[in-house]
């Protein structure tokens, strides 16, 4: 079975995993243990075990749910960057952030001033935003595809129903002759 087979399960499920992963409030369902990344890996190994033709292995399945988690942690970035933008329209001044910082700084009184020297710089820094984005898609990245695996394992384990022995494609029952008398076995 070549890769080129893997592609559109591998796409479909990518995409489901990295837009569900993005939208606000539906992304909460990943914090429960990467629940949109375990399924994406599911969605893709039914996908990819459905159109083919030879047994799917674990190892086969993993593989389709690592690079799923992969193609769903580039489109989660992708559309978490537009929403963040549209959140932040009506967004905090560093000002403004600064000032958050600081009243809940009061309620840790005894954390060391380097400390807080060293948040507030970070804050104030113009490209805070832009760290933040890299930690979490480098972040996404090993968590998606390494859940997106998992998934990909327990949905061979679930749509694999053909034998592993098996080396020989499925080919469909072959027709009888025109010329041959229906009801008529040879």
């Given at each position: 079975?070549?890769?080129?087979?893997?592609?559109?399960?591998?796409?479909?499920?990518?995409?489901?995993?990295?837009?569900?992963?993005?939208?606000?409030?539906?992304?909460?369902?990943?914090?429960?243990?990467?629940?949109?990344?375990i399924g994406g890996g599911i969605v893709a190994t039914w996908l990819y075990v459905k159109d083919s033709q030879l047994p799917v292995t674990m190892g086969r399945g993993a593989g389709v749910g690592l690079a799923t988690g992969a193609i769903g942690a580039v489109v989660c970035g992708l559309f978490s960057i537009p929403l963040q933008l549209i959140s932040a329209g009506g967004g905090?001044?560093?000002?403004?952030?600064?000032?958050?910082?600081?009243?809940?700084?009061?309620?840790?009184?005894?954390?060391?001033?380097?400390?807080?020297?060293?948040?507030?710089?970070?804050?104030?820094?113009?490209?805070?935003?832009?760290?933040?984005?890299?930690?979490?898609?480098?972040?996404?990245?090993?968590?998606?595809?390494?859940?997106?695996?998992?998934?990909?394992?327990?949905?061979?384990?679930?749509?694999?129903?053909?034998?592993?022995?098996?080396?020989?494609?499925?080919?469909?029952?072959?027709?009888?002759?025109?010329?041959?008398?229906?009801?008529?076995?040879?």
């Amino acid at each position: 079975m070549n890769n080129a087979n893997m592609l559109k399960p591998v796409l479909i499920g990518g995409v489901a995993l990295g837009v569900l992963s993005a939208l606000p409030g539906l992304n909460l369902c990943n914090c429960l243990c990467c629940a949109w990344a375990i399924g994406g890996g599911i969605v893709a190994t039914w996908l990819y075990v459905k159109d083919s033709q030879l047994p799917v292995t674990m190892g086969r399945g993993a593989g389709v749910g690592l690079a799923t988690g992969a193609i769903g942690a580039v489109v989660c970035g992708l559309f978490s960057i537009p929403l963040q933008l549209i959140s932040a329209g009506g967004g905090d001044s560093a000002a403004e952030a600064m000032e958050r910082f600081q009243e809940l700084m009061t309620k840790y009184p005894d954390l060391p001033d380097e400390f807080r020297r060293n948040i507030e710089t970070l804050l104030l820094r113009d490209d805070f935003m832009t760290m933040i984005a890299v930690f979490n898609f480098f972040t996404n990245i090993v968590a998606f595809s390494l859940f997106a695996m998992l998934g990909g394992a327990i949905g061979v384990a679930v749509f694999e129903k053909r034998k592993h022995g098996d080396s020989q494609p499925y080919t469909p029952p072959s027709q009888p002759p025109a010329d041959m008398p229906p009801g008529n076995p040879f």
